[in-house]
Every structure is written in structure tokens, then in C-alpha cells.
């Protein structure tokens, strides 16, 4: 998947660009995309350890306050994609969440794909 569609789903959760953490995610995701099986909790947390190198709790801080700002601001849809919480999701939450919703959109926009090709 194309580097800028994970960047627009984060901006359309209402994720400044402005911030290290939406770069981070956008990493971690992009690791997360490219797998082609059911992702589990544990994918998501080893993506963030390897996206944050030596410094994984300052990665982890930097995702935590990106998904808590967008959530406080509430100016995306971040609110909608976890409409059962009161609270920030957290970021292995946001992130498996988030990998879903960008699986789902390509797969709809292939079978899009495939209907206009036939016609």
C-alpha cells in the first residue's frame, strides 16, 4: 500500500502530520500492511519495537500523545472508529484498528477495480 493512503487515513482520524507520532504510526503500519495474515496484538507491539529502534518508549510517547491529541480535539474520525470507549484508545488498539480499516478500503477499491475493468 501506497505510503501517502496510510498518511491520509491518519489525517482523516484527525492526526496532525505535525507530529513525530503520526510518522511513527505511518511506519508501523506500513510494517503492519505489508503482512498478509491475521494480525495480533503482539505484531502490532513488535512493529513498534521496531520502529522505535533503541528508543521504544519515546516512540511509544510519541504515538500515545498523537492518538490522545487527535482524540481530545476530536476534529477526525477518530471517535468513530472506537465508538464504544470514553478514552484514547491505546496505540496497539489504534494501530490494529487502523490496519484493518486501511485493509478493508484497498480491498473494496480492488473489487471497484475489477467491475470497471469489466465493463
Known amino acids: 500500500m501506497e505510503p ?3 498518511g491520509e487515513e491518519l ?7 505535525k507530529l513525530k507520532g503520526f510518522h511513527y ?7 503492519l500492511i505489508g503482512q498478509r495474515r491475521v494480525l495480533t496484538a503482539e505484531d502490532a507491539a513488535r ?3 521496531t520502529v522505535g ?3 521504544v518508549r519515546r516512540t511509544e510517547c510519541c504515538m500515545r500523545y498523537a492518538i490522545r491529541r487527535a482524540w481530545e480535539l476530536g476534529e477526525g474520525s477518530i471517535r468513530l472508529s472506537f465508538p464504544n ?3 484514547p484508545p491505546a496505540v496497539v488498539e ?8 486501511l485493509a478493508a478500503g484497498a480491498e473494496a477499491a480492488d473489487k471497484v477495480d475489477k467491475r470497471v475493468k469489466r465493463l
Not at 489504534?94 to 480499516?101: A, E, I, M, N
Open 85 to 87: 470507549l470514553s478514552y
Open 94 to 101: 489504534f494501530l490494529l484498528v487502523t490496519q484493518w480499516r
Open 11 to 17: 489525517f482523516d482520524q484527525g492526526i496532525s502530520p
Open 25 to 31: 504510526i505511518c511506519s508501523a503500519l506500513s510494517l
Open 53 to 55: 529502534g533503541q528508543n
Open 47 to 49: 512493529a513498534i519495537r
Open 4 to 6: 501517502w493512503k496510510i
